[in-house]
């Protein structure tokens, strides 16, 4: 509910973090529209310089995309490679599966060298869990990201489902060492490729304040239309009119005075108090946790009996998740966009963040449901199909809701998403961190 911008404690032109005028209803903002759907308004505003990857075409940001998403893609595939061949792995080198169960992924003969992996590994592949996630934010409007950012979860969390699909047979008929060879071969390409293809998307950009914009007031039962005045935008840097140059694009370094690694880190460990960062955190946590029970028991699970299924089977087993990947990215994504525009259009044109929270009721059945049927439908032996369903009915939960966390924390404190997705990482990781080694 809104009150009239005059009867608030707020400062003029101060509005809530996350709440945005999405909708044009009445054709009066003064700001830049999406091309092919005039009555939306580009969220952030793009400023005039084309090397703004808001204003880069479309060409250009559908490779950056393939770029994050194939790195995203094959390092997942990375640390995922070790579920199917739990067992296997175990009886040949000594590693007992509660430590394998701690880490992922690698050639080895004690604990000691796992252990070290884990770290080396950690420090190497963490990247895939923040960057592609910002530079969605970097490429797309407020409309658009959803879609985007299911895209991300999509390969962020196929990538590891769909690895123990290839290795099972991997194992089976080239040995249990290749499971970790191969994917050694696909990073090495993918480097390859990055190292020609992708580019920088941070940008430096003014602070776009909106004058008028309506302001939450809990005890308002009505909506007072308001006059949207233009945006006003600060510049914190004079906008470049010249487009860079190929080797300019993939330029490795790019001095940022404003950027203070030691600020940044501070400011993300605040941000721990912050009630929304932290409960993006603890949500994405929580559903990473579900991935991790899965992957953790399913080897164990199928290659035991009743069900005594081969490296290969239990890698097949994994196609379930896949197609509950596919379809939660569609639907937290896709949809989310199709909602979050819908429910603006009620809204008087505006959306709030929290409108992205509502296909958060889809997990409420799809959680328990799920754990459910995975964990008491193994301790009693069903037939294998109830298993399988049950591993991709969590895979469909556990992707709705890393997908929904990150757009509920960007949507609400987006111009300091980058620092917040770190924050939420943190939070993320040490849940993981917990339920693996428990």
Same mark, same amino acid.
């Given at each position: 509910?809104?009150?009239?911008?005059?009867?608030?404690?707020?400062?003029?032109? #101060?509005?809530?973090?996350?709440?945005?005028?999405?909708?044009?209803?009445?054709?009066?903002?003064?700001? *830049?529209?999406?091309?092919? *759907?005039?009555?939306?308004?580009?969220?952030?505003?793009?400023?005039?310089?084309?090397?703004?990857?808001?204003?880069?075409?479309?060409? *250009?940001?559908?490779?950056?995309?393939?770029?994050?998403?194939?790195?995203?893609?094959?390092?997942?595939?990375?640390?995922?490679?070790?579920?199917?061949?739990?067992?296997?792995?175990?009886?040949?080198?000594?590693?007992?599966?509660?430590?394998?169960?701690?880490?992922?992924?690698?050639?080895?003969?004690?604990?000691?060298?796992?252990?070290?992996?884990?770290?080396?590994?950690?420090?190497?592949?963490?990247?895939?869990?923040?960057?592609?996630?910002?530079?969605?934010?970097?490429?797309?409007?407020?409309?658009?990201?959803?879609?985007?950012?299911?895209?991300?979860?999509?390969?962020?969390?196929?990538?590891?489902?769909?690895?123990?699909?290839?290795?099972?047979?991997?194992?089976?008929?080239?040995?249990?060492?290749?499971?970790?060879?191969?994917?050694?071969?696909?990073?090495?390409?993918?480097?390859?490729?990055?190292?020609?293809?992708?580019?920088?998307?941070?940008?430096?950009?003014?602070?776009?304040?909106?004058?008028?914009?309506?302001?939450?007031?809990?005890?308002?039962?009505?909506?007072?239309?308001?006059?949207?005045?233009?945006?006003?935008? #600060?510049?914190?840097?004079?906008?470049?009119?010249?487009?860079?140059?190929?080797?300019?694009?993939?330029?490795?370094?790019?001095?940022?005075?404003?950027?203070?690694?030691?600020?940044?880190?501070?400011?993300?460990?605040?941000?721990?108090?912050?009630?929304?960062?932290?409960?993006?955190?603890?949500?994405?946590?929580?559903?990473?946790?579900?991935?991790?029970?899965?992957?953790?028991?399913?080897?164990?699970?199928?290659?035991?009996?009743?069900?005594?299924?081969?490296?290969?089977?239990?890698?097949?087993?994994?196609?379930?998740?896949?197609?509950?990947?596919?379809?939660?990215?569609?639907?937290?994504?896709?949809?989310?966009?199709?909602?979050?525009?819908?429910?603006?259009?009620?809204?008087?044109?505006?959306?709030?963040?929290?409108?992205?929270?509502?296909?958060?009721?889809?997990?409420?059945?799809?959680?328990?449901?799920?754990?459910?049927?995975?964990?008491?439908?193994?301790?009693?032996?069903?037939?294998?199909?109830?298993?399988?369903?049950?591993?991709?009915?969590?895979?469909?939960?556990?992707?709705?809701?890393?997908?929904?966390?990150?757009?509920?924390?960007?949507?609400?404190?987006?111009?300091?998403?980058?620092?917040?997705?770190?924050?939420?990482?943190?939070?993320?990781?040490?849940?993981?961190?917990?339920?693996?080694?428990?």
């Amino acid at each position: 509910m809104y009150n009239d911008v005059t009867n608030s404690t707020r400062p003029l032109g #101060v509005a809530i973090p996350g709440t945005v005028h999405l909708v044009d209803l009445d054709h009066t903002v003064q700001s *830049r529209h999406a091309q092919t *759907r005039q009555d939306i308004v580009l969220d952030p505003t793009p400023s005039s310089d084309p090397n703004d990857p808001l204003n880069w075409s479309p060409r *250009r940001k559908l490779v950056s995309l393939i770029c994050q998403n194939l790195y995203t893609w094959f390092a997942g595939i990375s640390v995922s490679t070790v579920y199917s061949v739990l067992v296997p792995l175990s009886e040949a080198t000594g590693v007992s599966t509660d430590t394998l169960n701690q880490g992922t992924g690698a050639y080895v003969k004690s604990n000691r060298a796992w252990i070290a992996k884990c770290i080396l590994q950690g420090f190497f592949v963490a990247p895939i869990e923040a960057l592609p996630e910002l530079s969605v934010t970097d490429l797309y409007f407020t409309h658009e990201r959803g879609t985007y950012m299911g895209i991300y979860a999509f390969t962020l969390a196929g990538s590891n489902y769909f690895a123990p699909v290839i290795c099972g047979f991997i194992a089976e008929y080239q040995g249990w060492k290749w499971v970790f060879y191969w994917p050694a071969v696909f990073l090495g390409a993918a480097l390859i490729f990055l190292l020609l293809f992708m580019e920088e998307t941070n940008y430096s950009r003014g602070v776009t304040v909106t004058p008028g914009l309506p302001v939450m007031h809990s005890a308002a039962q009505e909506k007072v239309p308001l006059a949207t005045p233009a945006p006003q935008t #600060v510049d914190v840097a004079e906008a470049s009119t010249v487009s860079k140059t190929y080797f300019q694009k993939l330029s490795v370094w790019n001095f940022n005075p404003s950027q203070n690694m030691i600020r940044h880190a501070i400011q993300s460990v605040s941000f721990l108090g912050w009630p929304v960062i932290f409960y993006a955190g603890f949500s994405y946590g929580s559903y990473l946790v579900l991935f991790n029970v899965l992957n953790a028991t399913a080897s164990i699970i199928l290659s035991a009996e009743p069900y005594n299924f081969a490296s290969s089977m239990v890698g097949l087993s994994y196609l379930s998740c896949c197609i509950g990947v596919i379809i939660a990215a569609f639907v937290s994504g896709r949809i989310s966009d199709w909602l979050t525009i819908k429910l603006a259009r009620h809204n008087g044109g505006i959306m709030e963040s929290e409108q992205r929270l509502w296909p958060f009721a889809i997990c409420i059945i799809t959680v328990p449901g799920s754990l459910i049927l995975w964990g008491v439908g193994a301790q009693h032996g069903i037939h294998w199909f109830g298993l399988i369903f049950g591993m991709g009915s969590l895979a469909f939960t556990s992707t709705m809701g890393i997908t929904l966390s990150v757009n509920y924390l960007v949507d609400s404190y987006h111009d300091i998403s980058s620092d917040a997705l770190v924050t939420v990482i943190l939070v993320r990781n040490t849940m993981s961190f917990a339920i693996g080694y428990g």
